[in-house]
């Protein structure tokens, strides 16, 4: 579930993507590929495919921030 | 028994939203065609050819090994032409199940959310291994590159040119690579990871502007690419023997597999010691005063 915060925040990444970014998946819902206008449509109707790219967001922020805690382990 | 070194695959380009397909049938044909390098005879079932019908015919008269399959899917569904399901497990509409005629067999899935419950169904009825995702894949594109072909006329080749794209085609093309070159379903696996890793290394450090959102697609791929059945499968009959440890390339799959990453090559011993410095200079000055007197010598 993802909650209304992390909805914003991955809506504030999308805004700050290239204009010509383009969104695909081999879903049989997604088939036809979405603009970054339309992904944020979607994201502002918190249907399926809008909170689906905000928790892939959120996915890759949690991966980035282990990643950093992994190397600053190791960095002692 | 299922024969060896015979395949069958499917690819769509056109459907009703076929955007996906596109890029997704320009960018695996090539690998399909490299099947003829490795001695795999692959039936290719393109476009109306990829129906359920005809795939239930080849896997009755050709009897493959390795099924690949591309399209859209689902979690209890892979769809042929023209949106309807090709390969289909339980609930899946009124279509009745037919993971059954995976049994013996390799399949790989390069659809969406398959492994979740298509692929253990598929395991419970004898499917060797079921390689997939267990959610949806995603993929960047470049909608310059795709408008380009579409309203410009370029040929659909020119989807190979969206590097944006690329990345996420290499790494899921290369489990169906590493199977026709004889590796095990495991080592396809993790050799189809690997090229995901070097792809997330390779955007990470891009700095480029469009770096964050394929990356984090990528890493959701990656996440979600799933193996589910015997990992030492193979789909030929002369499988390549295991690696051994000079095999690997990259440090990460030498460490794994109990190997030494030092002088930037994989090694079975671990890095020797640094030598102590050899104290040549009063032996080599010696052998200079020696070669010198013999010299003076012989020039008189």
Known sequence: MITAAELALARA???????????ASMSIQGSKGFSKEEILQH?????SIGTQIAAIQMNYMRYLKARAGAYHASSG | MPVLDRAVATTIKRTSAPLATEYQHTWVSPAIAEAVTYGIDVTHL?????TR???EAVLSSEDPAFVWLNDHGASNQVRGYYAVN????????????????????????????????????????????????NEDFWFSYNEDVYNQYLWLY???????????????FNAANQIPISLMQGKTTGVAFNDSQSVFQAAIDYWSESGAYEAPYILANLVFDKQHQSLLGDEYATVVSSPLPPPTCPDYTIQGDCTANGCYWWGDAC???PEPPPHE??????????????????YGYMGR
């Open chain 1, 13 to 23: 990444r999308i805004e700050a993507a290239p204009e010509s970014m383009g969104w």
């Open chain 1, 43 to 47: 994201i502002d109707a918190r249907d």
């Open chain 2, 46 to 50: 393109f476009e109306d050819d990829a």
């Open chain 2, 53 to 55: 019908v005809n795939l």
């Open chain 2, 86 to 133: 090709i390969l289909v497990s339980k609930g899946a509409s009124h279509y009745a199940d037919n993971a059954d005629i995976l049994a013996g067999r390799v399949c790989y899935a390069f659809a969406c959310s398959s492994s979740k419950t298509l692929g253990p169904d598929a395991i419970a009825k004898d499917c060797a291994c079921y390689l997939g995702y």
């Open chain 2, 154 to 168: 370029e040929p659909i080749e020119y989807l190979l040119t969206d590097t944006w794209a690329q990345s996420f």
């Open chain 2, 267 to 269: 090694h079975t011993i």
């Open chain 2, 277 to 294: 410095p050899v104290q040549f200079g009063a032996g080599l000055l010696m052998i200079l005063l020696l070669c010198g007197g013999i």
